[in-house]
């Protein structure tokens, strides 16, 4: 079973109009964090935001916020103000205890491309 | 030189070919890690490093082989390999896997073509 689930392979967005990817997640681990990481055609993985299963408050980093809502185990990220340098793959991702270690499980990712 | 860099970005190898890649972090992190990102799959974890031991091998067939001489180098081993493993091979390094918000940062990747 998928563990991770991003359902929108492609999104377009209108440059400086926000954008939501959506990312729903599986685990029965208490203890859990959600990450959001952006892949230019560059190859390199860009860390951007992160939330923790007991964080009280949705995470936000600059212009990326990630909408957590625990209960329907979805981990959305936000981009508000969309640049056309926004425009990349974006991965979610879980950290889910097994056995004594953590492991990161990405999802298969979301194109975004921004349009001038 | 910062963050985690890796060699070759790009390598073309034949099926009888042994080459090696390699991933140097300066970030002075103590894990590292070798993931397998191919055409529309899900990041794939290879192996961890913790303190240059192995702690992980998500059933990784043979012909690839990790080595950690230190917690900045970091190696994979390639011989007789196949078409399918062609792949961009991506390594990253965090401070404790074992912690909470344990960010891991990537290298630019390592592009294999197995002819």
């Known amino acids: 079973a998928q563990k991770i689930t991003q359902t929108q392979p492609g999104m377009f967005v209108q440059e400086k109009e926000a954008v939501t990817l959506d990312c729903t997640y599986d685990?029965?681990?208490?203890?859990?964090?959600l990450f959001w990481y952006k892949q230019p055609s560059s190859g390199e993985m860009i860390f951007l935001i992160y939330q923790g299963s007991y964080d009280q408050q949705n995470a936000t980093e600059g212009r990326y916020s990630l909408n957590f809502q625990k209960a329907r185990k979805s981990a959305n990220l936000v981009i508000s103000a969309s640049q056309l340098g926004d425009s990349a793959m974006y991965f979610c991702a879980m950290r889910e205890r097994k056995d004594s270690s953590y492991k990161l499980i990405f999802g298969s990712g979301t194109r975004l491309l921004v349009r001038p | 030189e910062t963050g985690v860099t890796q060699t070759p970005r790009h390598l073309v190898m034949g099926m009888t070919n042994k080459k090696s890649l390699k991933c140097e972090q300066h970030l002075g992190h103590n894990a590292m890690y070798w993931y397998k990102q191919s055409a529309k799959k899900p990041l794939e974890l290879m192996f961890v490093?913790?303190?240059?031991?192995?702690?992980e091998n998500n059933s990784v067939p043979s012909r690839f082989s990790p080595e950690c001489p230190n917690s900045s180098h970091l190696f994979l081993h390639l011989h007789t390999l196949q078409p399918e493993d062609s792949a961009l091979y991506l390594c990253?390094?965090?401070?404790?896997?074992?912690?909470?918000?344990?960010?891991?940062?990537f290298g630019a990747g390592s592009r294999l073509t197995v002819l």
């Open positions: 490093y913790n303190f240059k031991e192995q702690t």
């Open positions: 990253a390094s965090s401070q404790d896997p074992g912690s909470g918000a344990n960010v891991l940062t």
């Open positions: 685990t029965s681990d208490p203890s859990y964090g």
